[in-house]
């Protein structure tokens, strides 16, 4: 079976991993089609080296607005991909309703490759686009054989989107065997000492709930001992710092910045609690939360609000606050500072459901599998 997949995000080499293991699990002749570059909330990174694939093939492509997943295209590689290549499969990891899906659905039927077409979708609310997107996206899911939602949420708008066919739910996962390793815990001791350490990893970005965050832990009481480790950067991270200054508390919040993602397990292993307080927004609401089953990987206990997919990824493993309750949050960490039992048996309980539902082994087998099914059609 020939594969061809096309993803912006794997130009970030630890996002690769789930390539690899689809090579792994089923014999393919795979072809990774990915940007040179890519330019994304503030952050630029040219395709990234890492280790370099031996069993499947990798075309890097110029892309034009480089910077947008809804709007950029190929200039290069993409005709090769399709033209030569000629994939049985084409799983495209971008929404129906942008550019580059429109690109690859036109290329497939020019090219006369008939392969068969896997929509990848992550879009978590109903929205109505304009034209000419609402015409992209029709055609798209006319033409697509089979769609994967990341969530449960997304397969019903999905659905409400007239989506008949074969639409299957995989979530994202990641490399357990890069976050199982004895990382230096030694890491910020100093600065840290025997805290309790809150750690918030992400966009610095109010819709993040950075500042949700913040007030919550500044109202924490005083005889506990509290550290909160702030990593990332975002349009917000000024006004965050000049809070903290404000309230005098800057030998309390430690900012870090953006960090290499290798280096964000020790980090994760740092913390007492790792909190993702995003908030929804009229265009947004948080689809997985990464960082979650990070945390979780890594034997350190999770704290989310309830927005979007937050609920559905901590499950019954972590502590689910109402979001933008400020009082709620500061409780929920106060809990768990002060019952460090039943931080344990979370920490277990995360790192077991890590194992059961986002290893990327797991991920490769659902996703082969919907492949065989594709091809069984043929």
């Excluded at 025997?194 to 832990?217: C, D, M, P, Q």
């Excluded at 995003?278 to 945390?295: D, M």
């Excluded at 048996?345 to 459901?353: D, E, V």
Aim: proline share 3%; net charge positive.
């Amino acid at each position: 079976m020939k594969l061809l997949f096309i993803w912006h995000a794997a130009v970030v080499e630890v996002y690769r991993k789930r390539i690899a293991e689809l090579v792994k699990k089923q014999d393919l002749e795979l072809l990774l089609l990915a940007p040179r570059k890519w330019a994304e909330g503030g952050s630029r990174v040219i395709f990234e080296a890492g280790e370099g694939p031996n069993d499947y093939q990798i075309i890097e492509g110029a892309t034009f607005l480089n910077f947008h997943p809804s709007l950029h295209v190929y200039l290069t590689g993409l005709w090769q991909a399709i033209n030569k290549f000629k994939p049985d499969i084409i799983h495209i990891v971008e929404e129906p309703f942008s550019l580059v899906t429109f690109q690859v659905v036109l290329f497939n039927r020019f090219c006369q490759v008939n392969a068969k077409i896997i929509i990848e979708s992550w879009q978590n609310i109903y929205k109505k686009y304009a034209f000419p997107f609402n015409l992209i996206e029709q055609f798209n899911l006319k033409n697509a054989d089979a769609l994967i939602a990341g969530s449960t949420e997304i397969k019903e708008v999905l659905w409400r989107k007239n989506y008949l066919k074969t639409l299957k739910i995989i979530p994202l996962g990641l490399d357990l065997t890069s976050y199982s390793d004895n990382c230096n815990r030694q890491l910020l001791t100093e600065t840290m000492g025997n805290s309790f350490v809150i750690g918030f990893v992400g966009r610095v970005e109010w819709y993040k709930g950075i500042f949700i965050l913040l007030e919550a832990v500044f109202a924490l009481p005083q005889d506990l001992n509290w550290k909160l480790l702030i990593i990332g950067a975002g349009s917000a991270l000024a006004e965050a710092k000049a809070l903290v200054n404000s309230r005098g508390l800057q030998n309390k919040v430690n900012f870090t910045g953006s960090i290499p993602h290798k280096k964000t397990v020790a980090y994760f292993k740092l913390m007492q609690v790792l909190v993702l307080p995003s908030l929804t927004t009229a265009n947004w609401k948080e689809q997985f939360g990464r960082v979650l089953i990070e945390a979780m990987a890594c034997g350190c206990p999770v704290i989310g609000s309830s927005s979007g997919e937050i609920p559905q990824v901590i499950d019954q493993v972590g502590l689910i606050f109402r979001e933008g309750d400020i009082t709620d949050l500061r409780e929920k960490i106060i809990y768990l500072a002060h019952n460090k039992e039943k931080a344990r048996k979370l920490s277990q309980r995360g790192l077991q459901r890590v194992k059961d539902l986002y290893s990327w082994p797991i991920i490769a087998e659902k996703t082969c599998h919907l492949y065989n099914e594709l091809i069984a059609k043929k």
